[in-house]
């Protein structure tokens, strides 16, 4: 039996495959989920197995039982042609092309691929991949990880996801993931998370539902890149999995609930840095390139109408925080940063209105006329920089464009906001003056926050290589859109990246 520990090595098992004309059996298996004390009688396998043909090969995930009954949980749809008088049938090229015939497998789980009909899935030479076994067999656990979410047994779906969630988070796993993103490219990458998050999001969903007492970490997928004077991180979570800071009473009904759990968070943070070298010291000067935050549905707009409240009924960015520390601060003089600014300021109608009369017993209450109107000047985003010993904090803030101006992400809407179809968060996708983009996220570009932060160091650190860390903490927001209800509530996410720079 294999250890629960052991990072299951199939590339090495598959490379390992004899001459097939040579296989006593019609098949070979290798485990990838061993038995437990919970589940002591079912393995979740991977095995190759022979048709009649001796150079067609199949592979299979399935749920191999100790009284000998299989379960098979999926087969390739594509035969694989083999050379069955090879001594080595699995040569790198061809583990290659196996490798992105599960890469189109695993897409093919995503509920909404219509954006990506175009886009192809490379097939590059062997010698071209660095850590090819790395990116191999984590690809053959995301796709056992998916397999698992829609078509494991119950009672051995729940032993099996998670011995597979931790062989992904491992840092080897991760970072074999990310090689595969940059081989695949960003459309592709988009597509790959969504579909992984959409499994997680399934996952989380059913753990809730059982009361299972086994906790999901948050699954955060970021990755930072520092190239070409440029620092960018990207990260990707399901909302699902965020942390709920604050939520009203009573909770949103089924319809609301479906349209905001599937959704997740996509995030881009680009830097511009350069280093200037004066007379007596030098200058490491960082300026905001873009920052991007989306809120992206991973269902289908067919489904979302069915079963959802609407796909315009979701959560919105309210509040990003991104601090910048250098982690050696041995040769660092001082840290300088621009004074805060505001968006542009925007008129809004405000409504102060009493409504009265008889509705179905559905509908929010008692509606009353009475009305007060007025218009006023407001800001919806505020951006402030603020500096803690050498780190840098940059905060983008949305305000409540009624009065008062109050925090979003900290505050609740009235309830008269709430009714009232002339409040800012109403319609908040198709207005004009809009705080969102039309899809419902925001652009902070560096025309607009173009804004620098200075690190002054002494002359000694000229040649070396130093790094920075990013923290950043994204707060989403649910305030109702067009759906009628008082449901409200505030989720957080935090992450933590690596930068680095040569100081040259």
Same mark, same amino acid.
């Given at each position: =039996?294999?250890?629960?520990?052991?990072?299951?090595?199939?590339?090495?098992?598959?490379?390992?495959?004899?001459?097939?004309?040579?296989?006593?059996?019609?098949?070979?298996?290798?485990?990838?989920?061993?038995?437990?004390?919970?589940?002591?009688?079912?393995?979740?396998?991977?095995?190759?197995?022979?048709?009649?043909?001796?150079?067609?090969?199949?592979?299979?995930?399935?749920?191999?039982?100790?009284?000998?009954? $299989?379960?098979?949980?999926?087969?390739?749809?594509?035969?694989?042609?083999?050379?069955?008088?090879?001594?080595?049938?699995?040569?790198?090229?061809?583990?290659?092309?196996?490798?992105?015939?599960?890469?189109?497998?695993?897409?093919?789980?995503?509920?909404?691929?219509?954006?990506?009909?175009?886009?192809?899935?490379?097939?590059?030479?062997?010698?071209?991949?660095?850590?090819?076994?790395?990116?191999?067999?984590?690809?053959?656990?995301?796709?056992?990880?998916?397999?698992?979410?829609?078509?494991?047994?119950?009672?051995?779906?729940?032993?099996?996801?998670?011995?597979?969630?931790?062989?992904?988070? $491992?840092?080897?796993?991760?970072?074999?993931?990310?090689?595969? =993103?940059?081989?695949?490219?960003?459309?592709?990458?988009?597509?790959?998370?969504?579909?992984?998050?959409?499994?997680?999001?399934?996952?989380?969903?059913?753990?809730?539902?059982?009361?299972?007492?086994?906790?999901?970490?948050?699954?955060?997928?970021?990755?930072?890149?520092?190239?070409?004077?440029?620092?960018?991180?990207?990260?990707?979570?399901?909302?699902?999995?965020?942390?709920?800071?604050?939520?009203?009473?009573?909770?949103?009904?089924?319809?609301?609930?479906?349209?905001?759990?599937?959704?997740?968070?996509?995030?881009? =943070?680009?830097?511009?840095?350069?280093?200037?070298?004066?007379?007596?010291?030098?200058?490491?000067?960082?300026?905001?390139?873009?920052?991007?935050?989306?809120?992206?549905?991973?269902?289908?707009?067919?489904?979302?109408?069915?079963r959802g409240a609407g796909e315009h009924e979701k959560h919105f960015p309210s509040r990003i925080s991104l601090q910048l520390t250098p982690t050696l601060q041995t040769d660092f003089i001082s840290v300088s940063v621009s004074k805060s600014s505001n968006n542009p300021g925007r008129e809004f109608e405000v409504e102060r209105s009493i409504e009265g009369s008889f509705d179905p017993p559905n509908s929010l209450g008692l509606r009353v006329a009475g009305r007060e109107a007025s218009t006023m000047t407001m800001t919806p985003w505020k951006f402030e920089q603020s500096v803690l010993g050498y780190t840098a904090n940059l905060n983008w803030i949305l305000y409540d464009s009624s009065v008062g101006g109050r925090e979003v992400f900290s505050t609740k809407?009235?309830?008269?906001?709430?009714?009232?179809?002339?409040?800012?968060?109403?319609?908040?996708?198709?207005?004009?003056?809009?705080?969102?983009?039309?899809?419902?996220?925001?652009?902070?570009?560096?025309?607009?926050?173009?804004?620098?932060?200075?690190?002054?160091?002494?002359?000694?650190?000229?040649?070396?290589? =130093?790094?920075?860390?990013?923290?950043?903490?994204?707060?989403? $927001?649910?305030?109702?859109?067009?759906?009628?209800?008082?449901?409200?509530?505030?989720?957080?996410?935090?992450? $933590?990246?690596?930068?680095?720079?040569?100081?040259?």
């Open positions: =039996m294999m250890s629960e520990k052991k990072f299951p090595d199939v590339f090495t098992w598959i490379q390992n495959i004899p001459q097939i004309t040579k296989w006593r059996t019609t098949s070979l298996s290798f485990c990838i989920c061993p038995s437990t004390s919970d589940f002591p009688n079912s393995t979740l396998n991977l095995i190759a197995q022979k048709s009649p043909n001796p150079s067609v090969l199949t592979f299979s995930i399935i749920v191999q039982s100790n009284n000998h009954s $299989t379960l098979y949980l999926w087969t390739t749809k594509q035969e694989l042609s083999i050379n069955p008088n090879s001594p080595n049938p699995f040569d790198e090229q061809t583990i290659v092309s196996l490798l992105f015939d599960f890469v189109e497998t695993i897409l093919t789980y995503t509920s909404n691929s219509s954006n990506y009909s175009t886009i192809k899935i490379p097939n590059p030479d062997s010698s071209k991949i660095d850590g090819l076994k790395d990116i191999f067999n984590a690809v053959i656990l995301t796709l056992s990880f998916i397999v698992c979410v829609y078509e494991a047994p119950l009672y051995l779906r729940e032993n099996c996801l998670n011995t597979l969630k931790n062989h992904l988070v $491992t840092c080897h796993a991760r970072q074999a993931t990310i090689s595969l =993103m940059k081989l695949l490219g960003s459309n592709l990458e988009e597509q790959w998370m969504r579909t992984v998050n959409l499994a997680l999001t399934n996952w989380i969903i059913e753990q809730r539902r059982c009361e299972s007492t086994k906790t999901t970490t948050t699954p955060l997928f970021s990755y930072a890149v520092s190239a070409y004077g440029l620092w960018k991180v990207q990260l990707y979570c399901p909302v699902e999995a965020m942390e709920v800071e604050r939520s009203s009473n009573p909770t949103a009904d089924s319809r609301l609930l479906f349209s905001l759990k599937f959704n997740q968070l996509e995030g881009v =943070m680009q830097f511009n840095h350069k280093v200037v070298v004066r007379d007596k010291w030098i200058d490491v000067i960082v300026k905001i390139d873009n920052i991007r935050y989306d809120v992206i549905k991973l269902v289908n707009e067919k489904l979302m109408s069915r809407p009235s309830r008269f906001s709430i009714m009232s179809p002339r409040s800012w968060f109403k319609d908040r996708y198709a207005r004009a003056y809009r705080s969102f983009t039309r899809r419902g996220g925001v652009i902070f570009a560096g025309d607009e926050y173009g804004e620098s932060v200075v690190w002054k160091i002494k002359k000694g650190a000229l040649g070396r290589r =130093m790094e920075w860390e990013i923290k950043g903490f994204i707060w989403l $927001t649910y305030w109702p859109n067009k759906y009628k209800t008082f449901y409200h509530e505030t989720r957080r996410l935090e992450f $933590t990246q690596l930068l680095n720079l040569t100081i040259a």
